[in-house]
């Protein structure tokens, strides 16, 4: 049962009792493994436990439960991030960060359903840090970027989890024009028609940070984020 510390912060603490054989990067790396091969809901107590060929119970010594095992999880998956180097635009530094936020959600599918069920972890906060400082520039004095990068990090994580799916953009397109033909849309009809041809997923992850960004920077120059 977690105390309310920071799970990083509890296991740096001296415990007593024999050396630990396993440590929170062990675990973590168990973790990983099972969901890439079986997906989130393989991860629990037991299977851990014995993909380190330990007992289920022996893992309490180091976590408090499965929120401690998600949040072990999705932040080690930021373990081999190598950071761009900041530039000061605020556009080309966010949209390379989104880009690594991105490719990390791709090659890990199961990290969104981590977002609302953990603490962020060291790793972590160091992306979260990066983030706020490339979005610093394009704020107002005495506005924090800390919505702006929330909005940034939900559409990355909402839109891998998309593309992660079986249907790309074009396909979610071509099902929604065919579903035109049998319904009363005019609107959403007349959007579609003048939009051209559908845009890849590129391009759509592109033009939403682009979109955002407008947003969460328009109060400053009132002009998009160049």
Known sequence: MSDGRSLWRRSADRRPGPKPTHTLEDI???CVRIAD???IGAV???RVAAELNAAAPSLYRYVGGKDDLLA???DAVLSDVTYPRPTGDVRTDVHALAEVSRAIHLRHPWLVATAS????GPRALVFLDRLVG???PGMREGDSPMLGAAMISGWVAMFAARQ???ESTAAVGAHIAAMLADGDLPHLAGAMSSTGPTPGDDDTFTAGIDALLFGIVRARTDQPPR
């Open 117 to 120: 069920t953990t603490q962020p």
């Open 28 to 30: 973590a790396a168990a």
């Open 72 to 74: 072990l999880m999705a």
């Open 37 to 39: 091969a079986d997906g």
């Open 164 to 166: 992660s799916s079986t």
């Open 134 to 136: 490339a979005l610093a």
């Open 44 to 46: 629990s107590m037991r």
